[in-house]
């Protein structure tokens, strides 16, 4: 695994990760207890912070990056994932903030300034524009992204059973 100090600030990882040696960790990235993170995963925290919740599996090929403070935009946008979320194969996470049990599918872009609640399923190859808020309980797909319906209770006990699926992974791959 990179695991790069950027300006001397270093990532941060909880206890039991997993961080796949292709992967390019850099900078103010912070990762929660049991996260993992797959092959070929860039996440830069240079110009604004990262942070991953616990449980949480970044999948192959994914980017994570942040938007830098400014005089129209003081805080900037980091990027924020919160616990139990799994981000999908190929997937583009910029400035964004992800509450809990996410599944965000695979090749989604999610861009600055988007706030997903918790319990959220966004479709693969989903783009999710600028600043949208997406409502806790939906199912979001398209190119723009849409609220596509409610979900139901199966994919509701997914999104927590997903990230379960991915700690078992990386113990194995810990062993």
Known sequence: MTIRTYQSTSPTLGDRCYIDESAVIVGDVTLGDDASIWPLVAARGDVNYISIGARSNIQDGSVLHVSRKSVSNPDGFPLIIGDDVTVGHKCMLHGCELGNRILVGMGAIVMDGVIVEDDVFIGA????????????????????????????????????????????LKDEYLK
């Open 125 to 168: 190859g989903t783009l999710v524009p600028p600043n949208k808020r997406l409502m806790s309980g939906f199912l979001y797909v398209g190119n723009p992204m849409q609220k596509k319906r409610p979900l139901n209770d199966a994919e509701m006990a997914f999104l927590k059973q997903s990230a379960v699926n991915y700690i078992v």
